[in-house]
């Protein structure tokens, strides 16, 4: 029992995984075995989103009320939201490079393909279109009309643009807002607390959300679109090594390190295929190297909106892949028009379900690529999906350091200190 307990957290997602694998390809198409597993992975996901707007809230209160200013978050969201883009924009043109230097959709024969069903984000493209989705929708949209009903919808920006305005009002009143302050404390301290606790049912999760993944679409619909996952896997690799990696090392920092620091999560991040997930331990583990408070509780949740480097890439990718599909030769305008969609409808919608997706199908008719395309690569876009995942996590932990690099208020002594430690990288402590 003794070293049952000294397999790591890593260790025990990745053995969860590998048995959901298992297990699903065992009792490929059998609903009955999918009625008892499923709900363990939905539990899980569950508990996680959970704790995610508590955590947000009360951190960036607590941040913004001892250290920060309106000037200060003025200057960080100013930052933060420019270097997003830059970032994103690298994501799309490499996307793009790389699917017309390989091709590999030419030649696909669809008639070996297996089609989804994608009325669902068919569905959820036509409501947004209604909403006439926009950058300035998106800019007005961060001003709540009520605050609880997008705590309640997980609507990450307004949530932010609430708790940043209320954190300055508690520091603005003084001595009268240090009870709200010791509150908002006390709140972020048990839910990193209670986040540890779920942290123990990862395992648990992840098999059941894997085994229901591989049981629902079996392991043979990989090898028809095995060119696309290589392509999207290649990509994310050399985006997080190469990209990623020069943009640490303009800073002063190592993107191995800040992998070797988040290993859990990005192991957690890709067998579930999602970021919330990792969110709450994401913002702890980069306040302890060094980020204060108040720039990784805001940097990281926005991020989650506007800096999804994984999911623009392989929208970029996904898009000509198809088109290369259908034979469809995109013109130099018509990419740049690619490019420019993918800049626009990419932000602000993080919430909505299957986001890469519905953001393909508003992007795809911009060019006269068609929509049905989607439907041959829905049955691989789970596993396309864990890798975007693992992506956007690296993205987002290396802003939180990157801008707070730039705004002069990294601790190196705390970020040095973290990778000294031989139990820096274990699983965070309870607090």
Known sequence: MKKLKKIGLAWQILIGLILGIIVGGIFYGNDNILKYITPFGTIFMNMIKMIVVPIIVSTLIVGVAGQGSLKQVGKLGVKTLVYFEIITTVAIILGILLADITQFGSGVDMNELTKGDITSYVETTEEMSKEDHSIMD??????????????????????????????????????????VLALAHGVADAMFWVTNLIMKFAPIGVFALIATTVSTFGLSSLIPLGKLMILVYF????????????????????????????????????????????????????????VPKDIGSFVIPTGYSFNLDGSTLYQAIAALF???????????????????????????????????????????GAVGIPLEGLAFILGIDRLLDMMRTVVNICGNTLAALVMAKWEGRLDMDKYNNYFNNETADASVKEN
């Not at 309640?152 to 307004?158: F, K, Q, T, V």
């Not at 190592?254 to 331990?281: C, N, Q, W, Y």
């Not at 919608?349 to 393909?360: D, M, R, T, W, Y």
């Open 322 to 364: 198809i088109a290369q599909m259908y034979n469809i030769d995109l013109s130099l305008s018509n990419q740049i028009i690619l490019v420019l969609t993918l800049m626009v409808t990419s932000k602000g919608i993080a919430g909505v379900p299957g986001v890469s997706f519905v953001v393909l199908l508003s992007t795809l």
């Open 138 to 179: 998106t800019i007005v949209n961060i001003v709540p009309t009520n605050i609880v009903s997008s705590m309640a919808a997980g609507d990450m920006l307004p949530i932010i643009f609430f708790s940043v305005l209320f954190g300055l009002g508690v520091a603005a009143i003084g001595d009268k807002g240090k009870p």
């Open 235 to 290: 990509a994310m690799i050399f985006f997080i090594v190469v990209v990623l990696g020069i943009t640490a090392k303009i800073v002063g920092l190592s993107i191995f390190r800040i992998i070797k620091m988040i290993k859990d999560e990005l192991i957690l991040g890709f067998s579930t295929a999602s970021s919330e997930t990792v969110l709450p331990r994401i913002m702890l583990k980069t306040e302890k190297a060094g």
